[in-house]
């Protein structure tokens, strides 16, 4: 039951996480985007945009699966978690 109970909550952490995430870079690309468009002049042609990044939920979900099985320390985990959130 422990064993169920640490899968549950690292499922928790890691998806409050990913949530959070998502959330900031979606509200960070709606800033820029509203900011290109008041600054973009009518006679310009619209701008292809890029390509969308590496999803940082599915990113941090597989950092998550490697601490579990034991691939990379938790140090290891927290480093790559504070480079996904640009901390």
Request: glycine content about 6%; overall charge neutral; cysteine-free.
């Amino acid at each position: 039951m422990p064993g169920l109970l640490r899968g549950m909550a690292r499922t928790a952490v890691v998806a409050g996480t990913a949530t959070a995430v998502s959330n900031r870079v979606s509200r960070r690309q709606y800033n820029k985007w509203s900011e290109q468009d008041a600054t973009n002049a009518p006679e310009q042609e619209s701008v292809q945009p890029a390509a969308p990044a590496a999803d940082p939920y599915v990113e941090l979900e597989k950092l998550g699966q490697l601490k579990a099985d034991g691939v990379i320390t938790e140090e290891e985990f927290a480093a790559k978690k504070k480079q996904l959130l640009g901390l």
